[in-house]
């Protein structure tokens, strides 16, 4: 049988895609824009017919229908290992966080949730008959597909053919396909602000020509990617390819090699990842440490939300509350250790204006009550603000608090420098 054939014998109506989730199965949704967000609201419309149906997935970008009420509970049952827009959610109770590092994302999804079914959005086939997970589903899909029973897929003629390792699906591979088209979300980047230009020239002074960069989301990091059109000879080994590393790429300063699990930014991103140069992998090879320190002068950058005085750094919760997850943070940590010449790098800002007005600052003698350390200080090399680059390599405990001190805002460094006389971390 041809593929088309094939192809057309598989093709179903999208309520009938979603009947092919059963009570009891638990099921794997492709995350960020590879997810069918109609496949899935019409599994949530078959929930009075469903028990115990547990749905994984994480850095939600649509509002699912089984998110946005109690009732679905023990019904369809949802997790997140990487929370994104769920956190809106939180209040109905059906969002189970959970919090893993993105190289061992496969192995929690096999050995502890134990996943049979796989539902992700495809590219629609090659002439070959390949599908494409496109550049969100790359994260996780390939790998996943390899175990689960039932592979339920939603074509859509947006989403972008990628190319890499494990980046596609055979129609015959799979158990049903619908189709229903639709927009993936983008993300254009925000306005930088002068301090987030600030912190990205002390951190560009840290970076050789040559070097292999890691970046992860948001306006630090995005400022620190527009900043290196001045280097030579990048390579790119980082989980997420952002909108800077597509302007870095093009304009000739990345010439190496580009390997990446995902891709997340604008239109333009979108449209242009389809390069066979930019090498998309599942997380579990991309985070993978080992894999990491095999780049020479790798520099991994990720941002932060606060640090207590000794370089513990808190990248996922405001107390108890979960705002995201660890992500691969620590996987780039660590593979930077192994790497020869590498280096890691935190950066913040010094302070945080809250809703009242008032200013605190990130930098603080302890964490608050249940603040998760995301990355352990013994990992962190360097931590910086808009003041400067705290270097905390093997270094000792005061000397990490005073370096500490001398990157916060100045308006807290005397008391800061007091309540760590106090707590005995400094000499008085």
């Not at 790359?138 to 990628?162: L, R, S, Y």
């Not at 905390?392 to 005397?414: G, Q």
Request: net charge negative.
């Amino acid at each position: 049988m041809s593929w088309q054939k094939e192809y057309q014998s598989k093709l179903v109506s999208l309520e009938e895609a979603a009947g092919y989730i059963e009570s009891g199965d638990t099921a794997f949704l492709s995350p960020m824009h590879g997810a069918p967000f109609q496949l899935a609201n019409a599994i949530a419309e078959r929930s009075d017919e469903l028990m115990d149906v547990d749905i994984l997935s994480g850095v939600e970008l649509y509002p699912f229908k089984f998110l946005q009420s109690s009732d679905y509970l023990g019904k369809i049952n949802y997790h997140s290992l990487f929370t994104g827009g769920a956190r809106a959610y939180y209040k109905y109770g059906n969002v189970n966080c959970n919090s893993v590092n993105l190289s061992q994302f496969t192995n929690s999804v096999r050995d502890v949730y134990h996943v049979n079914t796989l539902i992700a959005e495809v590219s629609p086939p090659d002439e070959n008959g390949y599908m494409s997970w496109g550049p969100g589903g790359t994260t996780t899909n390939g790998d996943i597909a390899e175990f689960a029973k039932k592979i339920i897929v939603q074509v859509n003629k947006h989403q972008p053919m990628v190319y890499g390792v494990k980046t596609l699906i055979h129609v015959s591979q799979v158990t049903c396909i619908c189709e229903e088209d639709h927009e993936i979300v983008s993300m254009p980047d925000d306005v930088l602000s002068e301090q987030d230009k600030i912190i990205a020239k002390y951190i560009l002074e840290e970076i050789p020509d040559g070097a292999t960069i890691q970046l992860g989301l948001g306006n630090l990091t995005n400022a620190v990617g527009y900043g290196l059109m001045s280097k030579k000879n990048l390579s790119i080994h980082s989980e997420v390819f952002t909108n800077s590393m597509l302007k870095l790429y093009k304009a000739g300063v990345v010439n190496g090699n580009i390997s990446c699990s995902f891709a997340l930014g604008s239109k333009e991103l979108h449209a242009s990842i389809t390069d066979e140069r930019i090498q998309f992998m599942p997380l579990s090879i991309v985070n993978s440490p080992a894999n990491v320190a095999k780049n020479p002068n790798m520099v991994a950058i990720n941002a932060c939300m606060m640090t207590d005085l000794t370089g513990q750094v808190c990248s996922e919760s405001i107390g108890h509350y979960l705002y995201s997850s660890t992500g691969g943070q620590l996987d780039f940590v660590s593979g930077s250790w192994l790497a020869e010449g590498g280096i890691n790098i935190m950066c913040l800002n010094s302070v945080n204006q809250k809703k009242d007005g008032t200013i605190v600052s990130n930098i603080m003698l302890n964490l608050p009550p249940g603040a998760a350390v995301t990355t352990p200080r013994s990992m962190v090399m360097n931590i910086v603000t808009e003041y400067g680059i705290a270097r905390l390599k093997n270094r000792s405990i005061r000397e990490r608090v005073s370096a500490m001190i001398s990157i916060a805002h100045p308006d807290f460094r005397e008391e800061l420098r007091k309540d760590a006389v106090k707590a005995g971390l400094l000499p008085e």
